[in-house]
């Protein structure tokens, strides 16, 4: 699953893969720990929302329209 995160290194050229934010933060906290020991992780964290993948968007429509035909079904007389 290809997320839409990847951290660069402050230190050097070295970027991790695309990810999910854990798993790319968790990938640059390895990196530090191998090729710089001696110095606190940093560097940049990119962001791409065309490489998100989540079914979070039609979920939300879905929650919506539901709200929506319970409000609808709530004025109805009968």
């Known amino acids: 699953m290809a997320g839409g ?8 050229a070295y970027r991790t893969s695309w990810g999910t934010e ?11 720990e191998q090729a710089h020991p001696d110095v606190f992780p940093g560097g940049v964290v990119e962001y791409n929302p065309k490489r ?10 879905v929650i919506g329209i539901v709200i929506v035909l319970c409000f609808l079904l709530s004025q109805c007389d009968g």
Request: proline share 7%; net charge negative.
């Open 52 to 61: 998100q993948s989540s079914s979070a968007p039609p979920l939300i429509w």
């Open 5 to 12: 995160y990847r951290n660069s290194c402050g230190e050097c």
């Open 22 to 32: 854990s798993s790319s933060t968790e990938e640059i906290v390895r990196h530090y």
